[in-house]
């Protein structure tokens, strides 16, 4: 195990490393870390007390990783990190822990990238394959579902959901809940349309897109109100496992959700 481990390196004897764990020079893990097989942890990288990491996930030099919340109301309390399998977190990313407030808990799960300097703050919930493009930005609370991509500069509001594979373009700034499969853009954010194209890398098949594509027509093109939409939709494709989603996600929402389109307010029009 020593010589997986920089002499450089400061690990704080309640951390609990597996053998194959990577430690590089300068890096420095505090007490109460565990930190899964195969996983390397770069040179200046810090891993903050009460963080669970798990197998085969890569910390770049300089992230900081399960530290303190950035809240006011924190006062010391025992909250938790904690991290799946197969993450990579590049440079200078701050990933921080939970709150006793908010379920002092902030969960990353697997297969995420997060790109230089993007941040999750405290008590937030991102779900797997995820990307963050640099500096992409989640306040505290936020929940990100499966799938989605946070664009480069873009925030997101505390207590906002991101549905599954959305996509959020860069510069991007979320108040309201973004739909799942619609791609969300903009400082006054606007929907262009179902993301075809990630969903078809993801492997959907062209009926299941079609079926979605028909159903944000449905709720952002017919001249509807959001209630009477998702009534429609429940007519139309209740039974539908994708449909279904969108609107359980849709009646979940406690802020709402972005609903805006170009062809309303002099943008650009979006395929739908």
Not at 82 to 92: Q, T
Not at 108 to 130: E, K, P, Q
Not at 231 to 256: C, H, M, P, Q, T
Request: proline share 3%; charged share 20%; with cysteine.
């Amino acid at each position: 195990m020593g010589t997986l481990i920089h002499s450089t390196a400061i690990i704080d004897p309640e951390a609990d490393l597996a053998a194959s764990v990577r430690v590089g020079a300068y890096a420095v893990i505090g007490p109460q870390v565990s930190v899964g097989e195969d996983t390397e942890i770069g040179a200046g990288a810090q891993i903050g007390g009460y963080t669970r990491i798990g197998e085969g996930n890569r910390v770049f030099p300089h992230a900081c990783v399960g530290f303190e919340p950035q809240d006011l109301k924190y006062a010391g309390s025992e909250t938790w990190l904690e991290v799946g399998d197969r993450n990579v977190f590049r440079e200078f990313v701050t990933i921080h822990r939970g709150t006793e407030q908010g379920g002092a808990l902030t969960t990353i799960g697997d297969d995420n990238l997060f790109m230089a300097y993007s941040h999750v703050a405290h008590d937030c919930h991102v779900g797997h394959r995820t990307i963050f493009s640099n500096a992409g930005t989640l306040a505290g609370h936020v929940e990100i579902q499966d799938d989605v991509t946070v664009g480069a500069f873009s925030a997101v509001h505390q207590f906002c959901r991101v549905g599954r594979h959305a996509y959020i373009g860069g510069y991007s700034v979320i108040t309201r809940d973004a739909l799942p499969w619609v791609k969300t853009v903009g400082q006054k954010p606007l929907c262009y349309g179902v993301n075809t194209i990630g969903l078809q890398r993801k492997g959907f098949d062209k009926p299941t897109i079609n079926r979605l594509q028909a159903a944000m027509r449905v709720l952002l093109r017919s001249g509807l109100n959001t209630t009477h939409a998702v009534e429609k939709l429940r007519e139309e494709y209740g039974g539908d496992a994708d449909i279904d989603f969108l609107i359980d996600f849709i009646e979940g929402s406690d802020r709402g959700v972005i609903t805006a389109i170009p062809g309303r307010r002099g943008g650009r029009g979006g395929s739908f």
